[in-house]
T-cell receptor, first 109, second 113 residues
Framework: DQQVKQNSPSLSVQEGRISILNCDYTNSMFDYFLWYKKYPAEGPTFLISISSIKDKNEDGRFTVFLNKSAKHLSLHIVPSQPGDSAVYFCAVRFDGMRFGAGTRLTVKP | DAGVIQSPRHEVTEMGQEVTLRCKPISGHDYLFWYRQTMMRGLELLIYFNNNVPIDDSGMPEDRFSAKMPNASFSTLKIQPSEPRDSAVYFC???????????FGQGTRLTVV
C-alpha cells in the first residue's frame, strides 16, 4: 500500500529559480513529516521536518509546507543551486517511518 | 559520534548462502530501522525496533529474512538462504525518539549471484 506518494519522478529547474517538490499521504493520523536528500552510493540525509501542529517550517533556502486537509506537503528550494541536484524523498513518521518513491531534481547551471 | 555504521559496505554471495548485515546505531538512540532500496520498490521499511524490541516486521518479505537487536548498540539482518532477487542496497537508520529525524548509515550493497 502506498501511504506516501511522490507522483513526479523527476524535476528539472534552472539555477536560481524555485524548485517545488510535492508529496501526498493517505493517513490523517500521521503527525510528523520529513524530507531527505540522497546522492548515489550514500545513505539518505535529513533535510527538514514539520510537525502536524504547524503548516510551515523554514531553514535557510528550504521551506516545507503542510496542508493537513489536503494531506499534502511540499518542499520549496529557493534559490536552487546545481549542488541541490539529487533524489528527494518525503517521509512520514507514525512510530516507524515510511518513504515516498522519490523525485530526482536536476538543477541546470 | 561516528554516525550509524553498517558493515560490510559491499557483499557478493552465491545463491543459497547465508548473509548477515550489521548495524551499529548512534549511541542513545531508541529507534532502529532496516530498509531495502530497489529500483522497483524504492525505500521499503523492513522492520523497526524500539528500545531493542521489534515493533513491526510486516515489511520483511519472507521467512528467509530475520532481524535481531541483542543490545542497544548492535543489530543484524540475516537472509538465509539468499536468492538473486534479494540483491539490493540495505540501509540501517536510527533516531533518538518517535517524532524526530532518523540518521542513515552508508548502506550495504548486496549482490546474490
Amino acid at each position: 500500500d502506498q501511504q506516501v506518494k511522490q507522483n513526479s519522478p523527476s524535476l528539472s529547474v534552472q539555477e536560481g529559480r524555485i524548485s517545488i517538490l510535492n508529496c501526498d499521504y493517505t493517513n490523517s493520523m500521521f503527525d510528523y513529516f520529513l524530507w531527505y536528500k540522497k546522492y548515489p552510493a550514500e545513505g539518505p540525509t535529513f533535510l527538514i521536518s514539520i510537525s502536524s501542529i504547524k503548516d510551515k517550517n523554514e531553514d535557510g533556502r528550504f521551506t516545507v509546507f503542510l496542508n493537513k486537509s489536503a494531506k499534502h506537503l511540499s518542499l520549496h528550494i529557493v534559490p536552487s543551486q546545481p549542488g541541490d541536484s539529487a533524489v528527494y524523498f518525503c517521509a512520514v513518521r507514525f512510530d516507524g517511518m515510511r518513504f515516498g518513491a522519490g523525485t530526482r531534481l536536476t538543477v541546470k547551471p | 559520534d561516528a554516525g550509524v555504521i553498517q558493515s560490510p559496505r559491499h557483499e557478493v554471495t552465491e545463491m543459497g548462502q547465508e548473509v548477515t548485515l550489521r548495524c551499529k546505531p548512534i549511541s542513545g538512540h531508541d529507534y532502529l530501522f532496516w530498509y531495502r532500496q530497489t529500483m522497483m520498490r524504492g525505500l521499503e521499511l523492513l522492520i523497526y525496533f524500539n528500545n531493542n524490541v521489534p515493533i513491526d516486521d510486516s515489511g520483511m518479505p519472507e521467512d528467509r529474512f530475520s532481524a535481531k537487536m541483542p543490545n542497544a548498540s548492535f543489530s543484524t539482518l540475516k537472509i538465509q538462504p539468499s536468492e538473486p532477487r534479494d540483491s539490493a542496497v540495505y540501509f540501517c537508520a536510527s533516531s533518538l525518539r518517535r517524532n524526530t529525524e532518523a540518521f542513515f548509515g552508508q548502506g550495504t550493497r548486496l549482490t546474490v549471484v
